[in-house]
């Protein structure tokens, strides 16, 4: 089973989704509960099988698609990607438990299993053209559920949701073809795999910006950066909920995660070279958003801006170019895909007893529903990064790591910690605190059982990977530092060499003293 784990892993739910057509409506969310769980499991079941020792890609599988093109079928995970892939599942589970009556729930059932094939595939996938195929095709489960399950500029929001993300796209697959040209003319034969375009060195700078900025706008927009953000309050905005946990959990982490896989190791002059320029874009980006999200009246807009600073400081974390920064960028991507997974899942509790998410219209939340009270309270500490819970890890680490390459630009982007707290407590002390001015909110019910169901293993895991971290962090760090040993090795200016450190290199001259 092992050897075939992540083409299970891949087509799964895609096998599962088709067979759901004939599933009973009745049935339909057990059925699509039980797909998730076995898919959760699965993903697991690589954790416990992964070795901890090894920084490479493991669980490899291969097969020729198109030979003459070099175009394969190759998959494979290492530190960097497995937590990614456990993510995508547990947040996948705990999405549908956690899913409300909804119209036509069969259908979005369904769509939601097709979703989670083309996410684990972006993160499995090690040929360029695998991984661009299952890149375009998460955009249309997820046009899908924003504008069959979304409010009511749900087709607007999707639209410009799908445009956005597949003109980036676009120029990205310029840039995958330019560098198989490249492979070509180097070799003779075509291919596609990574592992192959890894054994190049790009030695024209100007070449290596180009093909930089063509998979830099694919990623900025899905991340997205600034100013190509506005495509993601709309999207959230007009969302169903189970679709804002998914995008804000997992769909924003194939921007970060392309960055990771693709950018840094294929270019990693040009990588230095636009170091401080999107540093500048990140601070921006994270003071600028976190400055919208205080304005907004909407808490789940409140929410989708925070979502967007805190994406700022991953991206800040990875362009760092070295282990600390690059580590915490990654667990950065896991804490922020819980926990802002989580507060979506939350607004989406109060929406369905109210149906509105305006912050005028509560006050006194916490007298009425206690429980939900303290996991709201619970998530939006680990939000704004109070030591104990899963976000302060990935922040202090990116930070820490910036901080190796200019302590001012790091002081502005800590003042987002400052300002996020801001927001998010005035945000929880309108909605919670004070009196009950409003008679609707007066006999609210509280968290049921579902409800408890799916939101107390985020609690769980927010405080566990906040307490010790290492389970995870660990075979992060390992994966990071082969992969920054990498970039040092390739790198073709001394400029480069000098700003990416080499930690193996340390590493071997501490073990020897």
Do not use: C
């Amino acid at each position: 089973m092992m050897d075939h784990i992540l083409s299970f892993l891949v087509f799964f739910p895609l096998v599962a989704g088709i067979l759901g057509f004939i599933v009973n409506k009745d049935s339909i969310r057990a059925y699509g509960l039980s797909v998730a769980a076995i898919e959760l499991f699965a993903s697991l079941a690589l954790w416990f099988n992964f070795d901890m020792s090894h920084s490479g890609i493991q669980f490899v599988e291969q097969a020729s698609i198109v030979s003459a093109f070099g175009i394969n079928y190759f998959l494979g995970v290492d530190g960097i990607s497995l937590f990614i892939i456990i993510m995508t599942t547990f947040m996948t589970f705990i999405a549908l438990l956690g899913l409300s009556e909804t119209p036509r729930i069969k259908n979005l059932i369904i769509t939601v299993l097709v979703l989670e094939m083309t996410m684990v595939g972006v993160f499995v996938a090690l040929d360029a053209i695998l991984f661009y195929l299952f890149w375009e095709l998460s955009l249309v489960p997820m046009l899908y559920i924003i504008g069959a399950w979304g409010g009511p500029k749900r087709i607007y929001a999707s639209i410009k949701f799908f445009l956005y993300t597949f003109t980036g796209s676009l120029i990205m697959l310029v840039g995958m073809i330019y560098i198989a040209h490249m492979y070509y003319t180097l070799t003779g034969q075509w291919s596609f795999s990574l592992m192959d375009w890894y054994t190049m060195t790009f030695y024209d700078l100007n070449v290596q910006f180009w093909l930089f900025m063509a998979f830099f706008v694919g990623f900025a927009i899905k991340v997205p950066m600034f100013p190509f953000h506005t495509w993601l309050p709309y999207a959230h905005g007009q969302a169903p909920t189970i679709g804002s946990v998914i995008l804000a959990a997992v769909l924003l982490k194939m921007g970060t995660y392309g960055f990771v896989r693709f950018s840094l190791p294929l270019f990693p002059d040009a990588s230095v070279m636009m170091m401080m320029p999107i540093a500048v874009i990140s601070v921006i980006m994270i003071i600028y958003t976190a400055m919208v999200a205080y304005a907004q009246e909407d808490i789940k807009q409140v929410v989708a801006y925070s979502s967007v600073s805190h994406m700022g400081v991953i991206v800040l974390g990875t362009f760092a170019l070295n282990v600390e920064g690059i580590s915490g960028s990654i667990f950065l991507m896991l804490s922020h895909g819980i926990v802002s997974g989580a507060l979506f899942m939350l607004v989406g509790v109060i929406y369905d007893r109210r149906h509105t998410k305006l912050m005028s219209e509560f006050g006194g939340l916490a007298s009425v529903m206690p429980a939900y009270a303290t996991i709201f309270g619970v998530m939006l500490m680990a939000s704004v990064g109070l030591p104990l819970t899963i976000g302060f890890v990935g922040e202090f680490l990116s930070l820490l790591g910036f901080y190796k390459v200019s302590a001012p630009m790091t002081v502005f982007a800590g003042t987002a910690i400052i300002v996020g707290a801001i927001y998010m407590l005035s945000a929880y002390k309108k909605a919670f605190f004070g009196p009950v001015t409003n008679p609707e909110n007066a006999h609210l019910s509280d968290l049921n059982g579902t409800e408890k169901w799916a939101l107390i293993p985020l609690v769980l895991v927010v405080a566990w990977l906040g307490v010790y971290p290492k389970p995870v962090l660990g075979p992060i760090d390992h994966s990071v530092k082969a992969l920054v040993q990498f970039m040092h090795d390739n790198a073709v200016t001394e400029k480069a060499k000098a700003i990416i450190p080499a930690p193996l290199a340390d590493a071997n001259k501490g073990e020897d003293n």
